[in-house]
């Protein structure tokens, strides 16, 4: 029977295709079956087993075979030792915090982060666990600078930035991070791996919601921490055994089908977003419109350098007119749909109204009312006539 060992040599869609996938031994398919099990067989005398182990199949929670495959397939594509898939790209982001973070620890992220990331930092962590946080601006290095302290043991950013699209300096934060003793964690959920790999640039951790970009079907949820083996051992053990975020195996190997065309899929989400964002900046209806990929985005040039081959498919743009008028635009859409997430095949647009409690934090065109868009796989003629009907109905 053949053996594939497709390894780190090869391109990168051939690693989306054939990462993580053998030939079945038991049947002989060639695609790795589903095991819905939750429980794995135990060896002839298991007394001496450490039921918390995340190493080898024992019990669901501890490690499957379909998490196992997609773990496989991750990790190549972003170029690391290891990875732990999660539950949820939250899942991912609290197991993290939790492993590595003890009562007194400080960490510094970014101003522009899911919410989620936000809350955990900037207060259940604060407040629960007295682990302090100190929210910067992190396209702004010298303000990362001053915001180390002598117990700073993370720094956490996202880029690009959901929802503004701000772009931090990945390698610039990882030798800040270093040089104070501190890790890097990266959220790349906005890129994917087929844009932007942070490891290579220096992060010591890197994020996933895999419910966006990589599985891309909108029908799944899943998140992962990917990274060094010896740095993610004891986040393997608490986020899956501990925490018990463990993603199902049907959710997982419903990931690990959809990344297959993740590089496919990206060249397209790339191509249409950087037309739909030239198109949005020419429209005088339109306030502002940000994209990496726009020569006009303030960090355009730091995309550049660590964002390849394009930039993604989320751009962030408002509208001249009030509350109203920005709720009728979406009301007016026919093709894009209005519904929170990302990364889907279908473009979805979400209005952010001036009542976030963040709205403060970004920079000033978005502190009122503006969208998150993300451009998925349409025609990109039809994305940009239904934006331009829509736009002109006022
Ligand atoms: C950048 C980013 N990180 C993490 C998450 C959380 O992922 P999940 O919804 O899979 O928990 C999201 C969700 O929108 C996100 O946009």
């Known amino acids: 029977m053949q053996e594939k060992h497709i390894d780190g040599t090869f391109g990168f869609a051939t690693r989306a295709v054939h990462g993580g996938n053998e ?12 095991t819905m099990a939750n429980s794995y067989a135990l060896p002839y005398d298991p007394s ?29 594509l972003h170029g690391t030792q290891d990875c732990v898939v999660l539950a949820s790209g939250v899942a991912a982001l609290s197991g993290l915090y ?21 809350r955990l930092l900037g207060e259940l962590f604060k407040n629960k666990f007295q682990v302090q946080s100190t929210l910067v601006d992190t396209t702004d290095l010298a303000a990362v600078r001053a915001a180390i302290r002598p117990n700073t043991k993370l720094i956490h950013i996202e880029t690009p930035g959901n929802p503004t699209t701000g772009v931090t300096d990945i390698a610039a934060l990882a030798q800040i991070a270093h040089t104070a003793g501190a890790r890097l964690s990266v959220d790349n959920t906005f890129a994917s791996p087929f844009n932007q790999r942070p490891a290579e640039l220096g992060a010591d951790y890197v994020i996933e919601s895999l419910t966006k970009y990589i599985n891309g079907h909108g029908d799944a949820m899943g998140g992962a921490i990917l990274g ?21 195996p049907f959710n997982a190997w419903l990931i ?30 339109v306030r502002f ?23 993604g498919g989320m751009i962030a743009f408002g509208l001249h007119g009030d509350h109203d008028l920005h709720c009728r635009f979406v009301e007016r859409l026919r093709v894009i749909t209005s519904a929170v997430s990302l990364g889907h095949d ?15 934090l970004y920079p000033a ?26 736009l002109r109905k006022d």
């Open 98 to 118: 939790f492993s590595l973070l003890q009562s007194g620890d400080h960490v510094v992220f970014s101003n522009v982060t899911y919410i989620a990331a936000y």
């Open 48 to 76: 001496e087993m450490n039921w918390s182990s995340a190493n080898g199949n024992l019990y669901t929670r501890n490690g499957g075979a379909n998490q196992g495959y997609l773990q496989q397939k991750l990790a190549l």
């Open 289 to 311: 419109a940000a994209y990496p990929g726009l020569e006009s985005h303030p960090q355009h040039q730091i995309a550049r350098r660590q964002m390849s081959p394009g930039f």
């Open 228 to 248: 060094k083996t010896e740095l993610l051992e004891g986040i393997r053990a608490q986020a899956q055994v501990n925490l018990g975020g463990t993603v199902s």
């Open 256 to 285: 690990m089908r959809g990344a297959v065309t993740l590089p496919l899929r990206m060249r397209q989400h790339n191509e249409s977003a950087l037309a739909v964002a030239r198109f949005l900046e020419e429209q005088p209806e």
């Open 365 to 390: 065109e978005f502190r009122c009312g503006f969208f998150r868009l993300s451009v998925g796989l349409e025609d990109a003629g039809d994305l940009i006539a239904d934006l331009g009907a829509a």
């Open 346 to 360: 279908e473009s979805l647009i979400v209005f952010l109204g001036e009542n976030d409690e963040r709205q403060h």
């Open 23 to 34: 030939i079945d031994a038991e049947t002989g398919a060639i695609r790795r079956p589903i």
